[in-house]
């Protein structure tokens, strides 16, 4: 299984940014995806987490900003992300879950996320 995000980068505040997560090799099913990010210095927390339901969390510090969002032809996961916050600064991981229970199993490797002025 193989993760790859892309679409990061330098943004003002205010600003948006849509960072992409392409799946291959994926050959079970799916029972949750999700985007996490991790400041320097921070846990890794998540900020948008879906569920093969299509069930949605989002934190407070995100919810009303973020969209998570999955095109299943393209085996592809979204993160729409709107006015921006200098705090939303970060790596930005994708993952899957691949079992009923235990939690995400599998990761990207992250990209970089910086608002600045």
């Known amino acids: 299984v193989l993760l ?3 679409g990061g980068g330098l943004v ?6 849509n960072v ?8 079970f099913d799916i029972y ?10 921070t846990k890794r927390e998540p900020v948008a987490v879906m569920s093969s339901a ?3 969390y989002y934190p407070d510090s995100v919810k009303g900003r973020f969209t ?13 992300m709107d006015n921006l916050k200098l705090e939303d600064t970060g790596v930005y991981y994708c993952a899957i879950q691949s079992q009923r ?9 992250g990209t970089q996320v910086t608002v600045s002025l």
């Open 68 to 80: 998570i969002s999955r095109d299943k032809a393209k085996n592809t996961l979204y993160l729409q």
């Open 101 to 109: 229970v235990g939690g995400f199993d599998y990761w990207g490797q």
């Open 12 to 17: 003002q505040p205010g600003g948006s940014l």
């Open 32 to 41: 949750g995806m999700g985007w996490y990010r991790q400041a320097p210095g």
């Open 4 to 6: 790859v995000e892309s």
């Open 54 to 56: 299509g069930h949605v």
């Open 20 to 27: 992409s997560c392409v799946a291959s090799g994926v050959t």
